[in-house]
Antibody, heavy 121, light 108 residues
Framework: EVQLVESGGGLVKPGGSLRLSCAAS????????MNWVRQAPGKGLEWVGH??????????DYAAPVKGRFTISRDDSTNTLYLQINSLRTEDTAVYYC????????????WGQGTRVTVSS | EIVLTQSPGTLSLSPGERATLSCRAS???????LAWYQRKPGQAPRLLIY???SRATGIPARFNGSGSGTDFTLTISRLEPEDFAVYFC?????????FGQGTKLEIK
C-alpha cells in the first residue's frame, strides 16, 4: 500500500524557516518524480514544485512565488522527500501536500494527508 | 506558464442533473497533459481524469473528460449527492505546472 506521510509543519514567524518531510512507502521511491502542492486557507490548489528521479538528474523546478526561497530534495536511502522553506511570508500559510506524479500504469496518483504551515507574528 | 481559467466559479445543480465544468488554458496544453481533481473538506484531492479523458482508478463512469488544445470539459452525467465538491483542473505537461482556480459544485 502506498503511503505518504508529511511532517514538520507548525507556527513560524515571518522570515523564519521550516523543513517539511514526507516519508514514502509502498512503491519504488527512487524511481518516482515527486511534487509538493499547497492550499492556502480559502484558496485553491497551488503546485509548489517537483523533483525528478536520480536517473533524470534529480532536477527540480518551482513555481514562481517560491523560487529562490524553497528547495526540494530527496533521500532515496530513506525514501524521504523534503521541502526546505526559507524567508517565510504570511502568504506561505497553507497546508502542504507531497504527491506522486500521475502513474498511467496504475491510473492514479497519491497524496499525503498534508502538514499545516502557519506564518504569523 | 500556462494559466488555467475555470468556469463557472460556482455551479448550483440538483442531484440527478448533468454538470458541465469548463477549463480554458492560456496556451495549448502539450500532449494532452490535463487532469481533473475533486476536493472535499478534510480530504486529499482525488484524481478523477488524466490525459484529458482517461478515468482514474475507481472513478465512476458518470465522470467524463473531453477537449483538446486550450478548451477542456469535465462532465458529470447524473449527479450523486457525494459529487458536490470543488473541482480543479491541472496542466501537468509543462513546468511550472498549474491548477485552475476551481469550480464549486453546490446543491441547488
Amino acid at each position: 500500500e502506498v503511503q505518504l506521510v508529511e511532517s514538520g509543519g507548525g507556527l513560524v514567524k515571518p522570515g523564519g524557516s521550516l523543513r517539511l518531510s514526507c516519508a514514502a512507502s509502498g512503491f519504488t521511491f527512487r524511481d518516482a518524480w515527486m511534487n509538493w502542492v499547497r492550499q492556502a486557507p480559502g484558496k485553491g490548489l497551488e503546485w509548489v514544485g517537483h523533483i525528478k528521479s536520480k536517473s533524470e538528474g534529480v532536477a527540480t523546478d518551482y513555481a514562481a512565488p517560491v523560487k529562490g526561497r524553497f528547495t526540494i530534495s530527496r533521500d532515496d536511502s530513506t525514501n524521504t522527500l523534503y521541502l526546505q522553506i526559507n524567508s517565510l511570508r504570511t502568504e506561505d500559510t497553507a497546508v502542504y501536500y507531497c504527491t506522486t506524479d500521475i502513474w498511467t500504469a496504475t491510473k492514479r496518483d497519491y497524496w499525503g494527508q498534508g502538514t499545516r504551515v502557519t506564518v504569523s507574528s | 506558464e500556462i494559466v488555467l481559467t475555470q468556469s463557472p466559479g460556482t455551479l448550483s445543480l440538483s442531484p440527478g442533473e448533468r454538470a458541465t465544468l469548463s477549463c480554458r488554458a492560456s496556451q495549448s496544453v502539450s500532449s494532452s497533459y490535463l487532469a481533473w481533481y475533486q476536493r472535499k473538506p478534510g480530504q486529499a484531492p482525488r484524481l478523477l481524469i488524466y490525459g484529458v479523458s482517461s478515468r482514474a482508478t475507481g472513478i465512476p463512469a458518470r465522470f467524463n473528460g473531453s477537449g483538446s488544445g486550450t478548451d477542456f470539459t469535465l462532465t458529470i452525467s447524473r449527479l450523486e449527492p457525494e459529487d458536490f465538491a470543488v473541482y480543479f483542473c491541472q496542466e501537468y505537461g509543462n513546468s511550472p505546472r498549474t491548477f485552475g482556480q476551481g469550480t464549486k459544485l453546490e446543491i441547488k
